[in-house]
């Protein structure tokens, strides 16, 4: 699921620009079922996607009227980076593409609206179609080291070395681009386990909403206003911000942002009744902006009504603590502090930080009963949430 996500972000398609629910989750359902497949398999695939087709307007690309907008992204932001390529590597590039279309049933090759004539591409001259741009695209030094560093940026450090991003590079050139072979290897390698690279990246948002859950074993009942503090806290999942995706790390974290981390905690641990909170205030932008984008097709439905839609709630109960502190027989604060401690942070605190969260446990009065005091157990969960430390993985 996690490289599910990492795809989702670097092949960025919008919803508002695609209108098609369908072809987004064939899109969805593609990289989930190739996530640690062939890099060469998934720039095939997401080159012939009906989504990607139409938000990057390779849709429209045809001989004699090249769109070069599809093959320019393909280049900086999917395999090489800037600095890699030419204009005329994109446009010979488009030229390619040109003929690889959407139909009734998805992706369409067109032979009349391609170019089929020859084309010079990186150093390379021939008769080449866009399975031949990728395998030229693939046998740059650049591609491994490109995608070895945004790999690097997701799971390891928000700045990779230049060591350690060529030595991934070398990995991915050496197994074929294999994506499984290669995460396995990240995993076992000393570098992700180095003391530099523990909790050195902050969460993304979509990190920090099934973290939370997960950690604290708790379901989401409300979905609607997870994706709504999804969205608040500067990702909406199918509609990243432009083509780049989202530029995660520190931009994750801003004062409205680390607001809207701090209410999703409130709300998940508290609970919230249908219309509070994050519903309210996201579903109204929400609406309002479907019904701008309703409004500007009018003219080509006669007679079609906005609708007023009423979104069904799942109510969110609040947490209960009783079967973590069961489970695990926490009698005292300090066993519930060190507990929580560990299982949601995942690293010592200084004994001041320590001494506030007892403080909260004990509520002043020096006595504590895990089992009896449930709210407290609760407000010590939010606290550790609401923590620096917490925000980082």
């Given at each position: 699921e996690k490289m599910t996500l990492f795809w989702h972000g670097h092949f960025t398609t919008g919803a508002r620009e695609v209108r098609a629910a369908d072809s987004l989750v064939r899109q969805n359902a593609f990289l989930r079922q190739h996530a640690l497949a062939g890099f060469r398999?998934?720039?095939?695939?997401?080159?012939?996607?009906?989504?990607?087709?139409?938000?990057?307007?390779?849709?429209?690309?045809?001989?004699?009227?090249?769109?070069?907008?599809?093959?320019?992204?393909?280049?900086?932001?999917?395999?090489?980076?800037?600095?890699?390529?030419?204009?005329?590597?994109?446009?010979?590039?488009?030229?390619?593409?040109?003929?690889?279309?959407?139909?009734?049933?998805?992706f369409r090759f067109a032979p009349r609206a391609h170019d089929h004539g020859e084309k010079t591409f990186l150093g390379r001259t021939g008769y080449f179609d866009g399975q031949d741009i990728i395998n030229i695209i693939l046998e740059q030094p650049?591609?491994?080291?490109?995608?070895?560093?945004?790999?690097?940026?997701?799971?390891?450090?928000?700045?990779?070395?230049?060591?350690?991003?060529?030595?991934?590079?070398?990995?991915?050139?050496?197994?074929?681009?294999?994506?499984?072979?290669?995460?396995?290897?990240?995993?076992?390698?000393?570098?992700?386990?180095?003391?530099?690279?523990?909790?050195?990246?902050?969460?993304?948002?979509?990190?920090?909403?099934?973290?939370?859950?997960?950690?604290?074993?708790?379901?989401?009942?409300?979905?609607?206003?997870?994706?709504?503090?999804?969205?608040?806290?500067?990702?909406?999942?199918?509609?990243p911000p432009n083509v780049k995706g989202w530029d995660g790390g520190r931009k994750w974290i801003n004062t409205a942002t680390l607001f809207a981390r701090y209410n999703f905690a409130s709300d998940l641990l508290r609970g919230s009744p249908p219309g509070a909170g994050f519903r309210m205030q996201m579903l109204d932008q929400r609406r309002a902006r479907m019904m701008e984008e309703l409004e500007d097709n009018m003219e080509q439905y006669p007679g079609m009504k906005l609708p007023e839609r009423q979104v069904a709630s799942a109510r969110q109960p609040p947490f209960d603590p009783t079967p973590v502190v069961e489970r695990h027989k926490l009698r005292t604060a300090q066993q519930a502090v060190d507990h929580f401690v560990a299982r949601l942070l995942q690293q010592p605190i200084a004994a001041d930080r320590r001494g506030v969260l007892l403080r909260t446990l004990e509520g002043g009065e020096g006595d504590f009963d895990a089992g009896r005091d449930r709210r407290r157990v609760v407000t010590l969960i939010n606290v550790i949430l609401n923590t620096p430390e917490y925000q980082l993985n």
């Amino acid at each position: 699921e996690k490289m599910t996500l990492f795809w989702h972000g670097h092949f960025t398609t919008g919803a508002r620009e695609v209108r098609a629910a369908d072809s987004l989750v064939r899109q969805n359902a593609f990289l989930r079922q190739h996530a640690l497949a062939g890099f060469r398999e998934l720039l095939v695939g997401i080159s012939r996607d009906p989504a990607m087709l139409v938000y990057l307007d390779n849709a429209s690309n045809r001989k004699g009227k090249p769109n070069e907008n599809y093959a320019r992204e393909l280049l900086e932001l999917f395999t090489l980076g800037e600095g890699n390529y030419t204009e005329k590597d994109i446009l010979h590039a488009a030229r390619a593409l040109t003929g690889w279309t959407v139909g009734p049933r998805g992706f369409r090759f067109a032979p009349r609206a391609h170019d089929h004539g020859e084309k010079t591409f990186l150093g390379r001259t021939g008769y080449f179609d866009g399975q031949d741009i990728i395998n030229i695209i693939l046998e740059q030094p650049a591609a491994g080291r490109f995608i070895a560093g945004k790999i690097l940026k997701f799971f390891v450090c928000q700045d990779p070395d230049s060591d350690l991003t060529e030595a991934l590079a070398a990995e991915l050139r050496g197994n074929g681009y294999d994506f499984r072979r290669t995460m396995k290897a990240l995993f076992r390698s000393e570098a992700f386990y180095a003391d530099k690279h523990q909790h050195g990246l902050i969460k993304s948002p979509v990190e920090l909403v099934v973290g939370t859950a997960r950690l604290l074993e708790t379901p989401i009942n409300d979905l609607d206003a997870a994706i709504f503090a999804l969205a608040a806290m500067g990702q909406e999942l199918y509609q990243p911000p432009n083509v780049k995706g989202w530029d995660g790390g520190r931009k994750w974290i801003n004062t409205a942002t680390l607001f809207a981390r701090y209410n999703f905690a409130s709300d998940l641990l508290r609970g919230s009744p249908p219309g509070a909170g994050f519903r309210m205030q996201m579903l109204d932008q929400r609406r309002a902006r479907m019904m701008e984008e309703l409004e500007d097709n009018m003219e080509q439905y006669p007679g079609m009504k906005l609708p007023e839609r009423q979104v069904a709630s799942a109510r969110q109960p609040p947490f209960d603590p009783t079967p973590v502190v069961e489970r695990h027989k926490l009698r005292t604060a300090q066993q519930a502090v060190d507990h929580f401690v560990a299982r949601l942070l995942q690293q010592p605190i200084a004994a001041d930080r320590r001494g506030v969260l007892l403080r909260t446990l004990e509520g002043g009065e020096g006595d504590f009963d895990a089992g009896r005091d449930r709210r407290r157990v609760v407000t010590l969960i939010n606290v550790i949430l609401n923590t620096p430390e917490y925000q980082l993985n």
